[in-house]
């Protein structure tokens, strides 16, 4: 069983910074991607970036060049760096890990909100 736990989300101006953290505990088999979807009202989860086997990452679209992930793999810990916010940032944004072995699992999720 993992348990994901995520923290840094709040509200936030247009053109702010935030930063959040997910930490990952329990069995975690590797290797593993670990990274951030969001989901919008009315719309779908949607990735946002990941990290695969801790080494490679992808972005979505909407936050290339304005978002970084990173990880700490001694501590199974990956952080999402969003800089330039925008209003259409806004979403609730979910953690998640996954393998092979053990599928994927996801945090309980934390609200970002970017007011214009």
């Known amino acids: 069983q993992v348990q994901l736990v995520e923290s840094g989300g709040g509200l936030v101006q247009a053109g702010g910074s935030l930063r959040l953290s997910c930490a990952a505990s329990g069995v975690i088999f590797s290797p593993n991607d670990m990274g951030w979807y969001r989901q919008a009202p009315g719309k779908q989860r949607e990735l946002v970036a990941t990290?695969?086997?801790?080494?490679?990452?992808s972005y979505g679209d909407s936050v290339k060049g304005r978002f970084t992930i990173s990880r700490d793999n001694g501590k199974n810990t990956v952080t999402l760096k969003m800089n330039s916010l925008k209003p259409e940032d806004t979403a609730v944004y979910y953690c998640?890990?996954?393998?092979?072995?053990?599928?994927?699992?996801w945090g309980q999720g934390t609200q970002v909100t970017v007011s214009s």
């Open positions: 998640y890990v996954q393998s092979s072995v053990s599928g994927r699992s």
């Open positions: 990290l695969h086997s801790g080494k490679i990452t």
